[in-house]
């Protein structure tokens, strides 16, 4: 009697270490995944999300062993987590797994209903809980990165995904010395990236206030290197903003003698989705400083370090 609570206990311990695992393989996975090519937003949320599944599949494995029906929790566990995945890509593999999977099921039922068996129901319960666990781990895997790099020299993003906010516009430029990047819109917050020779060389997020002007350029302002001074703004209801674009100059406010100046044009980037007033607008163009210190922008007076 001792030792079947023993074991049952060390069976118990399976629930808390297995979650703890997939917890911290689904941090280095991630951390591993997105290199120096991306940038995946790892939040409290989706963390907590993969332990709980991590908690789904323990406890179901776990369950399994102690009634020693690994076959029916094996079968059940294929069959729900395939009927899962398959309803949520029914639009693309779905429609090959889902068949497949309702076989499984239904031969996994046929089974019960001839044993009989009271053990075998509780583990193909179990294993309904390991697939489901399996996918919603998975799920949180393959998570889309909010900001990529490839090697061709371009960028691209992504929205939302699980547990991120949806975009309410974005786009992307690249300049002629091969640098690239873009925007996500996320409401109240805009985030910006930068690539160069296939990897992220900047991710940041900054606030955008209702009816503010908010200028920043892209990549880093860099003597002689060609960066986007890029212009947004946040249209409060009835603000009227540029129709397509506008002329803007950059003066250097800390160069000695006469004040270099430079001129350019701010073409309109991206679009805005329809029935969200709350998205920005963004203008931009492109520059090269030539020289370093404090610069400012006109119109929109904005300060632009440059190194």
Not at 107 to 116: A, E, T, Y
Not at 213 to 222: G, N
Not at 271 to 292: E, L
């Amino acid at each position: 009697m001792a030792e079947v609570r023993r074991d049952s206990r060390a069976r118990l311990l399976l629930i808390p270490l297995g979650a703890a695992l997939l917890g911290g393989f689904y941090l280095a996975f991630m951390t591993l995944r997105a290199g120096d090519t991306m940038h995946i937003d790892v939040t409290p949320y989706s963390t907590a999300f993969a332990c709980v599944a991590g908690v789904a599949i323990a406890a179901g494995v776990a369950i399994v062993l102690r009634l020693r029906e690994v076959a029916v929790g094996t079968r059940f566990g294929i069959a729900v987590g395939g009927l899962v995945f398959g309803v949520l890509a029914l639009f693309s593999i779905g429609l090959l797994i889902l068949p497949i999977a309702l076989v499984l099921l239904g031969f996994g039922v046929r089974q019960l209903v001839r044993r009989h068996s009271g053990p075998a129901v509780r583990a193909a319960v179990a294993g309904a809980v390991i697939g489901v666990g399996a996918v919603a781990y998975l799920l949180v895997l393959i998570q889309p990165a909010a900001a990529e790099c490839r090697a061709n020299g371009g960028g691209s993003t992504s929205s939302g995904g699980l547990f991120g906010r949806i975009a309410l516009s974005q786009g992307g430029f690249s300049t002629a010395d091969g640098g690239s990047g873009g925007y996500i819109d996320e409401g109240d917050r805009i985030a910006y990236f930068s690539c160069r020779d296939g990897k992220l060389t900047d991710f940041h997020r900054e606030t955008l206030p209702l009816g503010s002007w908010v200028v920043t350029t892209q990549p880093a302002a860099t003597v002689g290197r060609t960066v986007m001074v890029v212009f947004r703004v946040r249209p409060a209801a009835g603000e009227s903003v540029p129709a397509d674009g506008f002329g803007f100059s950059v003066t250097c406010r800390t160069c000695s003698g006469p004040r270099p100046v430079v001129r350019a044009h701010a073409d309109r980037l991206g679009t805005r989705v329809p029935g969200t007033p709350g998205a920005s607008v963004t203008f931009a163009g492109q520059v090269i400083f030539p020289a370093a210190g404090s610069w400012y922008t006109s119109p929109y007076d904005q300060g632009i370090e440059v190194r």
